[in-house]
Each structure stands twice: as C-alpha cells, then as structure tokens.
T-cell receptor, first 112, second 111 residues
Framework: NAGVTQTPKFQVLKTGQSMTLQCAQDMNHEYMSWYRQDPGMGLRLIHYSVGAGITDQGEVPNGYNVSRSTTEDFPLRLLSAAPSQTSVYFC???????????FGPGTRLTVL | GIQVEQSPPDLILQEGANSTLRCNFSDSVNNLQWFHQNPWGQLINLFYIPSGTKQNGRLSATTVATERYSLLYISSSQTTDSGVYFCAVLKSNFGNEKLTFGTGTRLTIIP
C-alpha cells in the first residue's frame, strides 16, 4: 500500500492563479480531510469528506473548493491564489473520523 | 468550538531524560489522538486514546476524560524523539465530524 499520497510536494504560484492539490489513498478509507499548517498555529481543517459524494466545510474553508467523486481521491482547488494561502497543506484519511488518521507527506505552497 | 491547549510550547532536554506533555480541552470529547511531526514534516499517529492509559515502548499516554486533559509521557528520550507533538480531539455532533488540533509542543533532544 502506498498509503496517502500528495502531489505536488512543492508549488509556487502568483497571486490570482488557480491550481489543484491532489490527494489519493489506497486504503479504502471513507473519511478524508485537508488541513493547512501555519507557523505557531497547529493544523487547521479546511474541508472534509465522510464518503464519496459528501463534503463539508472545516474551520478555514474560504478560498478553497473540494469534491469527492471517488473513494480514493480528494482534490483541493485554490480558485484564485492569495499570499495568505501560503502554507503547508496536509491531506489525511481514516476509516472513520473516530479512527486513527493517516497523513500524507504534505505540499508546501508559496503564493507570491 | 472546542479549544485545545498544549503545554509547554517548547521543551529542550538532554538525551536520556523523561518528559511529560499536556493537552487540555474545553469540552467533552469522543476521540483524542496524539501525533508526532518529525523534523522532515511527516505526521505520525502515536495514540488513539479517548480515555484510559496506553503504552507503546518508551511512550505512554493517559487521558482523563472527566477532567478534560491528556498526558503524553516520553521516557529515556532519544534524539529521534525531536519534533512537534500535537494532540487532536473530536467532539462528534451529527453532521459535524471535525478534528481540532492543539498548537503543539516542540521537543528538542540534545545529544
């Protein structure tokens, strides 16, 4: 099993550009989530999904969209990048939100 | 929403020392997990411990749910224990399944 994979590992964008951060898992987990990690602030939940076709907002959803068309994939879209979105983004999955969370390696995003 | 506070924010110890990290939370929770983020950024789950005590080698954790805190113990620390330790809690409400993370304890082990 590859576990949770994220691409790309690093990305630099200009203000106003859009992009999609990819997340995939091969463990048949129903629950998937996206977090951003900023210095001194821990991890903050952006969006989550309890299964294919079902998504919901987390703590900091503004400026991000998600969809969950398959169990395996949970992409995160930045519609119009802003410098405030410079951060490290982590994707996680688990059989259920109450279970152990498995994290991907992260994507470091810089918005100029 | 639920508040999660971790202490101390920073801890520097000599190799071989023992340490206790604390996580306080503001409401009853259904789920509490401890994570270690290594210096390369990888997040690894250490314990799933909504209540009681668990041990895994040199690490152990205790959650006292009625008093709203959890403790992570690291004994005979090694340089590989360095990194940031996070606790995360879940207060499950119907249609509101979200983990909330604390801001972490940064542990540095000096050889």
């Amino acid at each position: 099993n590859a576990g949770v994979t994220q691409t790309p590992k690093f990305q630099v964008l200009k203000t106003g550009q859009s992009m999609t951060l990819q997340c995939a898992q091969d463990m048949n987990h129903e629950y998937m989530s996206w977090y951003r990690q900023d210095p001194g602030m821990g991890l903050r939940l952006i969006h989550y999904s309890v299964g294919a076709g079902i998504t919901d907002q987390g703590e900091v959803p503004n400026g991000y969209n998600v969809s969950r068309s398959t169990t395996e994939d949970f992409p995160l879209r930045l519609l119009s990048a802003a410098p405030s979105q410079t951060s490290v983004y982590f994707c996680a999955s688990s059989p259920d939100v109450t279970d152990t969370q498995y994290f991907g390696p992260g994507t470091r995003l810089t918005v100029l | 929403g639920i508040q999660v506070e971790q202490s101390p924010p920073d801890l520097i110890l000599q190799e071989g020392a023992n340490s206790t990290l604390r996580c306080n939370f503001s409401d009853s929770v259904n789920n509490l997990q401890w994570f270690h983020q290594n210096p390369w950024g990888q997040l690894i789950n250490l314990f799933y411990i909504p209540s009681g005590t668990k041990q895994n080698g040199r690490l152990s954790a205790t959650t006292v749910a009625t008093e709203r805190y959890s403790l992570l113990y690291i004994s005979s620390s090694q340089t590989t224990d360095s990194g940031v330790y996070f606790c995360a809690v879940l207060k499950s409400n119907f249609g509101n399944e979200k983990l909330t993370f604390g801001t972490g304890t940064r542990l540095t082990i000096i050889p």
